[in-house]
């Protein structure tokens, strides 16, 4: 990963689990540790919900880094939010 001042991140994760339109989990191996899983429900007329939860290791370092991930999650959701109104 690349920060936006060119800092390198070492960061390597693992999919554990796909479920065709309904269910991605990832395991994010390098620290900090947490399983991703992004829940696809198919809402009709063309809509899915979206759902997103982030599970780490230890709460506190949960906490710690809570500052970075809410905002990077929201950055990654208005990327595919874009993305998907552009397709």
């Not at 997103?52 to 929201?74: C, G, K, L, M, T």
């Amino acid at each position: 990963m690349h920060g936006p001042d060119g800092t390198n991140y070492p960061n390597e994760s693992e999919f554990v689990e796909i479920v065709p339109g309904a269910l991605v989990r990832i395991r994010h191996v390098s620290p900090p540790q947490f399983v991703l899983s992004i829940g696809l429900q198919a809402r009709g007329d063309d809509r899915t919900l979206v759902s997103w939860e982030q599970a780490f290791a230890d709460a506190q370092v949960a906490e710690r880094v809570r500052h970075i991930v809410e905002p990077s999650n929201e950055q990654n959701l208005d990327r595919l939010t874009a993305e998907l109104s552009a397709a």
